[in-house]
């Protein structure tokens, strides 16, 4: 699988922007997707995650409420929409595909393929 993640740039604090991801290859459906961002200085941390069938989404605390990811099968895509962005916020963020246990769902290593990152910036 193949993974291009879009959407990112330059917006005020309290503004919202749409990520996408797209995939390539039949077999988006059977990976679930999560979307990941690291800060400069900081480690990968995780942002959110939905099961393959899109019935299950997993959120960081840090985002909950504001944050909501989906996902079409039909259109090999997922999305971040990101609402009441704050400059917290501001990082490179990066879709991930994989098919982590539930335990795992937060790490980064359990997670196959990764797009390239788009730049989030959010201005105060």
């Known amino acids: 699988v193949q993974l291009q993640a879009s959407g990112g740039g330059l917006v005020q604090a309290g503004g919202s922007l749409r990520l996408s991801c797209a995939a390539s290859g039949r077999t988006f459906s059977t990976y679930g997707m999560g979307w990941f961002r690291q800060a400069p200085g900081k480690e990968r941390e995780f942002v959110a995650t939905i099961r393959r069938s899109g019935g299950s989404t997993y959120y960081a605390d840090s985002v909950k409420g504001r944050f909501t990811i989906s996902r079409d099968n039909a259109k090999n895509t997922a999305y971040l929409q990101m609402n009441s962005l704050k400059p917290e916020d501001t990082a490179v963020y990066y879709c991930?595909?994989?098919?982590?246990?539930?335990?795992?769902?937060?790490?980064?290593?359990?997670?196959?393929?990764w797009g390239q990152g788009t730049q989030v910036t959010v201005s105060s």
């Open positions: 991930a595909a994989g098919n982590p246990v539930l335990s795992g769902i937060t790490w980064s290593s359990a997670y196959n393929y």
